[in-house]
């Protein structure tokens, strides 16, 4: 079980009321998400991508203690 | 182009007098010329890049101002690319400055695309960014893709040429629909933002004509100009990318951009749609207030706004009546309001008072 700091952009951050949060207890990036989206139901309805120490990630991967896992949504504005 | 004039820059020994020579040969196309377009348009045409396309398809509103600074309050209501082109002629008029007064699409980006080196997409919706992305995926154009959000901005050099052809749909594989995503009208943006961030993309193509191995190639930026914090992802291939993206000029072609418009189909109708109505079928009915620009000045367009429009002019005859706003959601909520009391020959112009002047430029 790791503790991560997940960070947070665009529209996910104001959901959260954070642009960064610290999680416990986690093992592996799928739960964190699924831990995110229970306790962030909004962040169901929204499309982002997921990163792992600044590294584009698109399986679920076992998390390290420290690791920092970044959720991005895409931006459209110009 | 008068060397003398670039000197500040020559005397920086990542530029030179051979890197300046490089900026004056370089070809380099903005599509898009609203908040990054306008930063990233002026920073080049300032740089003495030799050659400018400049690519936009829509006119200069109020709202624009506080962020599209190639424009003034005494430009609202004119075509932006008319104005951008005299404005930046002004900056250096040895840079040659093409203006497309174009609505991307797939039948012409490719054409349009070819003569230039480098395109930066400084669009405004995901429409425009998956066909950009993707015709220059197929041709292997270098891309700058550059968004902003609120006071965050994303930046990325697409160098599909190489053997991977890492592209945008590597992050975000699939377009998203209108539902699932808000742009600047909604979440808002910061100018000072969009200088920034647009800034950022012009740099990134001046590093790129000059051979610098310093660019963003295949990582995303995503820049906070609020608290500066920043972080560089490395990009990788995602398995999911081409099961949605066009792997052959043909099928791109056919691929269909706007699909994921999310039209209410009882209540709207979009421009092409109403290119199937001839004048005689429709009745086009602004209910903007009267002071509310730009105007539109002819006998086809009737102007009145919606606390005066009563049910007898609704159904005084039998021609669809195509009700319009600024933005299109104001006509929406009339429509759909008043729709029961009518004789339910009523549409909400999608897009709203732009779309209905390409309407007429297309007339």
């Known amino acids: ?68 896992v970044a959720l991005m949504p895409p931006f459209s504005g110009g | 182009m008068q060397l003398e004039n670039f000197n500040r820059q020559i005397l920086l020994s990542e530029i030179g007098i051979d890197g300046q020579l490089k900026l004056f040969k370089a070809k380099i196309l903005v599509i898009g010329m609203g908040g990054l377009g306008c930063p990233v348009a002026q920073s080049l045409v300032a740089a003495g890049i030799g050659t400018i396309g400049i690519v936009d398809y829509d006119i200069i509103e109020a709202s624009n101002l506080h962020r599209q ?38 039948e012409n980006i490719l054409q349009l695309i070819d003569n230039y080196d480098i395109v930066i997409d400084c669009t ?12 220059c995926y197929l041709t292997n154009k270098t891309l700058i893709y550059g968004s902003v959000s609120q006071f965050s ?62 660019v963003l190639n295949n990582k995303l930026l995503i820049y906070n100009t609020m608290n500066y914090n920043q972080n560089v992802i490395d990009l990788q291939k995602n398995p999911n990318s081409t099961i949605f993206q066009p ?9 269909n951009y706007q699909s994921n418009k999310n039209l209410n189909r009882q209540f709207e109708i979009d421009i092409n749609e109403l290119n199937n109505y001839s004048l005689d079928e429709i009745q086009i009915i602004d209910i903007r207030e009267l002071d509310e620009i730009p105007i539109i000045n002819n006998d086809i367009v009737k102007k009145i706004p919606q606390n ?37 020959k009523m549409l909400s112009l999608y897009g709203g008072i732009n779309e209905l002047i390409h309407y007429f430029d297309g007339k």
């Open chain 1, 1 to 68: 079980m790791a503790t991560v700091k997940v960070l947070l952009f665009g529209k996910l951050a104001d959901y959260a009321g954070n642009e960064s949060i610290m999680i416990d207890g986690v093992e592996n990036s799928s739960l964190l998400i699924e831990n995110l989206e229970f306790k962030f139901p909004k962040f169901k309805n929204n499309i982002y991508s997921i990163a792992i120490n600044n590294k584009l990630v698109f399986d679920s991967l076992k998390l390290e203690n420290g690791d920092v």
């Open chain 2, 69 to 106: 600074m190639l424009y003034y309050s005494d430009d609202v209501g004119k075509r932006k690319i008319d104005v951008a082109k005299k404005r930046l002629q002004k900056i250096n008029s040895d840079v040659r400055i093409i203006a497309h007064y174009l609505k991307i699409c797939t």
């Open chain 2, 124 to 135: 405004d919706n995901f429409n425009t960014k998956y066909c950009i992305n993707d015709a």
């Open chain 2, 153 to 214: 901005g994303q930046i990325a050099v697409f160098f599909v040429n190489s053997d991977d052809k890492i592209n945008y749909r590597d992050i975000f594989p699939k377009q998203p629909s209108e539902s699932e995503i808000c742009n600047c009208n909604e979440l808002g943006v910061m100018g000072t933002s969009c200088q920034i961030i647009g800034n950022f993309q012009a740099m990134e193509a001046i590093k790129i004509v000059l051979g610098n191995e310093s």
């Open chain 2, 247 to 255: 792997q052959s000029i043909k099928s791109f072609l056919n691929h």
């Open chain 2, 308 to 344: 005066i429009l009563d049910n007898d002019t609704l159904n005084s005859n039998d021609k669809v009546k195509i009700i319009v706003c600024q933005s299109g959601k104001r006509s929406f909520e009339f429509v759909k309001n008043n729709y029961q009391k009518t004789n339910r």
